[in-house]
Nanobody, 123 residues
Framework: QVQLEESGGGLVQAGGSLRLSCAAS????????MGWFRQAPGKEREFVSC????????SYADSVKGRFTISRDNAKNTVYLQKKSLKAEDTAVYYC????????????????WGQGTQVTVSS
């Protein structure tokens, strides 16, 4: 069983930056592919980014490419999402997820989910 806890959300002005963290309570963190998803009010949960087990390869949704950076620290059992040049349309609840399929961009490919952290970007 993997428990995930996101932190770092909040209110930020458009153009600003924010870093989300997701701490995993599992001894085998390095065995999991990690992903970030987001869900805006009235919309489906969508893929944001994912990273391979050793952090060597990452993928991004087109809407965040060049603005968001995913990283992980396996020694700390933590995955991060650094966000810059934030836009109002980035407002959503952000979720981290753990799975076993590299490069997976669909929610069904992830086995464990955090509770989410709210990010609100004011324009």
């Amino acid at each position: 069983q993997v428990q995930l806890e996101e932190s770092g959300g909040g209110l930020v002005q458009a153009g600003g930056s924010l870093r989300l963290s997701c701490a995993a309570s599992v001894r085998t963190f390095s065995m999991y592919v990690m992903g970030w998803f987001r869900q805006a009010p009235g919309k489906e949960r969508e893929f944001v980014s994912c990273i391979t087990r050793n952090g060597g390869i990452s993928s991004y949704a087109d809407s965040v490419k060049g603005r968001f950076t995913i990283s992980r620290d396996n020694a700390k059992n933590t995955v991060y999402l650094q966000k810059k040049s934030l836009k109002a349309e980035d407002t959503a609840v952000y979720y981290c997820a753990a799975g076993r399929i590299s490069g997976a961009q669909s929610t069904g490919r992830y086995d464990y989910w955090g509770q989410g952290t709210q990010v609100t970007v004011s324009s």
